[in-house]
């Protein structure tokens, strides 16, 4: 039987970052995850925003052109309002490469990553798994995505708000103009979020996400319906890729470290509440994650722990979960158009690009938060 001083348990980019950080400082990190591949599964887009370009070191190469353009429709899908930045605000990764990069660089910090192992529950300390022999470790991080199952057996929060997102992924034909992130407001195939479509430069990603107790009709039913006619679609060639899974939408959750362990990503609901993007908050929060992780095991004093704290970040968007109430209050076609025609005013822009374009999509967690970073 291993024993290792932390275990992550999900490989994906919030838990790779982790187990990056928590290896430089000396200890000893496993990560599992009960992929075969981390090329398989992936549940995500892959936008990552201006700042998250900023601020960490992304490879070039993994990432598609620069978007300035976002245009919002309404159902009507007639005269989208369009919201051009001075700046590149979007970029589309390769999120296959993107994994397999975060792997290689947690394996280089000293990490070992195992796949196809499945985590089986845990106590006292001994992680079970299956298909793999059990693992006594001193610290667990839950990586393990929105419904994460080791938040439960740590006895942390765990989420209750979801959106169900689906996409189609196909490549496009060579020659296309500058790629624009288009955005279709319409509760009917949406509810309570919309549709998109956006490309890398490789390949368009069309897709749709709302809340499951509205999508009566079957979500993979609705994605199906948009992508018929859904705006800035090209025709697909070659094969189709179909991807998705549940997004966390009710904010940071409160309790998210115990001296057993804590969560990282969206397991710790590290999602824009508005916006549901989650790569640039996985990012940070791991951060501060690491650092906390990183000192308790040091000191062993549990109110290191409190560092990590989902309220104080829970209080520094308050906005934004209020603007998701009203979002998921838009029930009816009419209500959409209304909204759209309401962003088509100057104060309706303002606000509109502040959400798009801004920095606050998710709250920085800055020395305030993270306290001083130690080595192990």
């Known amino acids: 039987m291993q024993t290792v001083d932390v275990l992550v348990v999900g490989a994906g980019l919030a838990g790779l970052h982790t187990a990056r950080l928590l290896a430089r400082r000396g200890l000893d990190v496993m990560v599992a995850d009960r992929r075969r591949s981390l090329s398989a599964g992936i549940r995500t887009t892959g936008i990552f925003v201006r700042r998250t370009l900023d601020d960490f070191d992304l490879p070039d190469r993994l990432l598609g052109p620069g978007i300035r353009d976002v245009l919002l429709y309404p159902p009507s899908r007639r005269s989208p309002v369009r919201l051009t930045s001075d700046r590149d605000e979007y970029r589309v990764a390769d999120m296959a ?55 439960r057996d740590l006895g942390l929060d765990v989420n209750r708000r979801l959106l169900v997102g689906a996409e189609i992924v196909h490549p496009i034909a060579p020659g296309r103009t500058a790629p624009a992130f288009h955005c279709v407001l319409d509760p009917r195939v949406a509810p309570g979020y919309l549709g998109w479509v956006i490309d890398d430069g490789w390949h368009a990603h069309v897709g749709v996400a709302g809340y499951p107790g509205a999508m009566r009709t079957g979500i993979r039913h609705l994605l199906d319906a948009f992508a018929e006619d859904a705006p800035g679609r090209s025709a697909p060639t070659g094969p189709v890729e179909r991807r998705g899974g549940p997004i966390p ?35 940070r929060m791991s951060e501060l994650a690491a650092a906390v992780a990183a000192d308790y095991l040091r000191t062993g004093d549990a109110r290191v722990l409190r560092r990590y704290d989902g309220g104080a970040l829970r209080a520094r968007f308050r906005g934004r979960l209020l603007l998701r109430r009203v979002f998921a209050g838009i029930r009816s076609p009419a209500a959409a158009e209304a909204a759209v025609t309401a962003l088509r005013g100057r104060a309706g822009r303002t606000l509109a690009a502040r959400i798009l374009f801004g920095d606050g999509s998710f709250p920085d967690v800055g020395p305030r938060l993270a306290g001083p970073v130690r080595s192990a």
């Open 249 to 283: 939408v009710g904010g940071v959750l409160r309790r998210l470290a115990c001296p057993a362990g804590l969560l990282v990503g969206d397991a710790a609901g590290a999602v824009s509440p508005l916006t549901a993007g989650g790569l640039d908050p996985c990012l």
């Open 97 to 151: 490469a993107v994994y397999e990069h975060a792997r290689r660089a947690a394996e280089s910090a000293g990490a070992r990553v195992l796949l196809g192992v499945r985590y089986d529950g845990m106590s006292a300390g001994l992680v079970r798994f299956v298909g793999a022999e059990p693992v006594t470790a001193r610290f667990v991080v839950g990586a393990d995505g929105a419904r994460s199952r080791v938040a």
